[in-house]
Nanobody, 126 residues
Framework: QVQLVESGGGLVQAGGSLRLSCVVS????????MGWFRQAPGKEREFVAG????????YYADSVKGRFTISRDNAKYTMYLQMNSLKPEDTAIYYC???????????????????WGQGTQVTVSS
């Protein structure tokens, strides 16, 4: 059973930055492809960024490309999301997700991830 715990959310003004972390336990971290998703009130959960097992392949949603950076430290069993130039429309609950894989793929659909964290709230004020 994989456990994921997010942290780092909070309230920030537009143009500011936040760094989210996702600590994983219960499975060898380097066997997991990882992703960040977000869900705003009244909206469906949407893909933000994904990263392969080694970190060599990365994929971003167009809405965050150039502003957000996903990374992982396999030795620390931790994934990160550096969020810069935040906008009010980035306000949402942010979730990390994991999927066991033996490929170098990046996964962008929430249906492909069986394991999820509890989420961390990010609020960007205008």
């Amino acid at each position: 059973q994989v456990q994921l715990v997010e942290s780092g959310g909070g309230l920030v003004q537009a143009g500011g930055s936040l760094r989210l972390s996702c600590v994983v336990s219960g499975r060898t971290f380097s066997d997991l492809a990882m992703g960040w998703f977000r869900q705003a009130p009244g909206k469906e959960r949407e893909f933000v960024a994904g990263i392969s097992r080694s970190g060599g392949r990365i994929y971003y949603a167009d809405s965050v490309k150039g502003r957000f950076t996903i990374s992982r430290d396999n030795a620390k069993y931790t994934m990160y999301l550096q969020m810069n130039s935040l906008k009010p429309e980035d306000t949402a609950i942010y979730y990390c997700a994991a999927v066991l894989t033996y490929s170098s793929s990046v996964y962008a659909s929430h249906y492909e991830y069986p394991d999820w964290g509890q989420g961390t709230q990010v609020t960007v004020s205008s």
